[in-house]
């Protein structure tokens, strides 16, 4: 029924997991990448990528690829790879629009024997349950019958160039036995790193949101322990290079949790145990410990600016670092915005640093301005937030270089040695 060579891609939403996944598809067979966003589209014909994850080679060896914002353009392939994102609400519940929408679009174009694969982070049973019936509403078509879908999650991590879509396993699975072969062999083709085939798309969904939910709750563990840590005057940093010594101690650092997967895939998790009437006990309190670092991070450097008679009130902060995670552009669900709010409520004057950020992006997200360059001999507490190369590079002298005389340096990511700076988690 599906002839591998004749299959036509067409990748729905060009962020960090759509671009890189057409790129790769398109040095192969006919590809085409869709956004809504006009904008980006442009950018892209152009060969700039504002995520940073393609350069503007590696964009043009994508010969067969091609960039569209006209969803009649849809219209002309036969595989649809959705990979929009699943943020969540303000009250920590799935906010599935995004993805329900995507549907819609493709529904309308789904003809006979058409494949819909899906790679957006989901709850187990989201695209059977929630997006199999908006295909077939949509295209009047049967599922199973007519059309059939896959998943295979997306495993990018944003500013690594070390672990690449090509160089990560794929997890793939299909509506039928049939379809799963099918969807496995399309992304061998372009994963040099192996596939493995999940036996079912529940499976596949429930694969990847348990990735990213044990290592929230490893991260909450560390964090607690250094909470526990910093009332016994032990430094954390030390503790865990001492336990690394042991060959089966799984390594994790305490610190600020965001993005659009770690912190946010938990709570699909728990959105569908709730459905079922289960209470999920362990994900949501550690949840809850890294949902309010940025209180506990704020509340500690208060306290030791108190006992360098450093008053808070009109005092000046600098904050280096607003993306989620270090060497990333990526500002969604960042938790500096939080330890940011929290400081300025405290009537603290706080400069936000970050050369990985356009200034026009943190104001449309969060109406806030960067500073450009820190000022010499300005600040009286600087928190290294995000772990930047950049910042790395600039060494002690020269961050120190922006505090005054009598400061402090509240180093989150342990870029400086223990006895250079006055506060580490």
Not at 21 to 41: C, H, W, Y
Not at 316 to 342: A, H, P, W
Not at 366 to 382: Q, R
Not at 384 to 406: Q, T, Y
Request: proline share 4%; aromatic share 8%.
């Amino acid at each position: 029924m599906f002839d591998l060579e004749n299959i036509k891609i067409c990748i729905i939403g060009l962020g960090y997991v759509g671009l890189p996944l057409a790129v790769e598809f398109g040095k192969r067979r006919k590809t085409l990448g869709f956004d809504i966003n006009e904008k980006r589209i442009k950018d892209l014909r152009n060969g700039i990528d504002k995520t940073l994850e393609n350069s503007k080679e590696e964009i043009s060896e994508a010969v067969h690829l091609k960039f569209t914002s006209f969803e009649r353009d849809l219209y002309e392939f036969n595989c649809y790879i959705l990979t929009v994102p699943t943020p969540i609400d303000k009250f920590n519940n799935p906010d599935l629009n995004p993805i329900k929408n995507a549907t819609k679009q493709v529904g309308k174009y789904l003809k006979k024997d058409d494949l819909v694969i899906y790679e957006s982070t989901v709850y187990p049973g989201c695209t059977e349950e929630v997006c199999v019936p908006i295909l077939e509403k949509e295209s009047k078509l049967n599922f199973n019958r007519d059309f059939f879908c896959g998943y295979s999650p997306e495993r990018i991590n944003p500013g690594d160039k070390n672990h690449k879509i090509t160089d990560i396993k794929k997890i793939t699975s299909g509506s039928t036995e049939y379809i799963s072969d099918v969807v496995n062999n399309l992304y061998k083709e372009i994963i040099p790193a192996g596939t493995h085939k999940a036996k079912s798309i529940k499976i596949a969904e429930a694969a990847k949101i348990i990735e990213n939910t044990q290592r929230d709750l490893n991260i909450a563990l560390i964090n607690e322990l250094s909470m526990f840590f910093s009332e016994l005057d032990i430094d954390t940093e030390s503790v865990l290079k001492a336990a690394e010594t042991k060959w089966n101690f799984n390594s994790y650092r305490p610190g600020l949790v965001g993005g659009h997967c770690i912190s946010v895939d938990p709570y699909y998790l728990t959105h569908k145990a709730k459905q079922i009437n289960f209470k999920p006990e362990i994900i949501l309190s550690g949840r809850k410990i890294n949902d309010n670092m940025p209180n506990y991070i704020a509340k500690k450097l208060i306290q030791c600016m108190k006992t360098k008679n450093i008053n808070i009130e009109n005092s000046k902060i600098l904050i280096m670092g607003l993306s989620f995670k270090e060497n990333c552009n990526d500002i969604r669900n960042t938790q500096v915005i939080n330890l940011y709010r929290n400081l300025i409520n405290k009537s603290s004057k706080v400069d936000i640093y970050d050369p990985m950020i356009k200034e026009k992006d943190v104001h449309s997200m969060y109406n806030i301005k960067l500073i450009n360059i820190p000022n010499k001999d300005f600040y009286d507490a600087i928190i290294i937030a995000v772990a930047h190369n950049i910042f790395r590079d600039l060494g002690l002298k020269k961050i120190k270089s922006f505090c005054k005389e009598k400061s402090i340096i509240y180093d989150l990511k342990y870029l400086l040695k223990e006895e250079d700076s006055d506060l580490r988690l």
